[in-house]
């Protein structure tokens, strides 16, 4: 078994504590602000909304795809598609709730 000295069983310096606070701070401040909006009387987070309407958006895509044949060229279609209903979901969320 390994024993510490007394010197090593020091609680946290200032300059650790002061970071550590900040970072705590930093981290809640982001919890201030709800994006959400009123929808035949329920409160919905915008990102729901932007997700939905992503996704609509994608399966729209996916028909002009389809219809010009650039379908055959992309691959693999679950990542294409996941990352553009990110994307879309992302654009719409900043440029209706930012």
Not at 5 to 11: A, E, G, I, L
Not at 39 to 44: I, K, P
Request: include cysteine.
């Amino acid at each position: 078994m390994i024993k510490l000295s007394p010197n090593r069983r020091q609680p946290l310096g200032r300059c650790a504590t002061l970071v550590l606070t900040t970072l705590v701070i930093l981290g809640v401040s982001g919890c201030s602000y709800s994006p959400s909006f009123n929808l035949l009387g329920s409160y919905f987070p915008s990102w729901i909304v932007c997700f939905a309407v992503a996704t609509a958006l994608t399966a729209v895509v996916h028909a002009v795809f389809t219809k010009t044949k650039l379908v055959t060229e992309l691959w693999p279609l679950p990542v294409v598609y996941s990352c553009l209903i990110s994307f879309l979901s992302c654009t719409l969320w900043i440029i209706f709730f930012n």
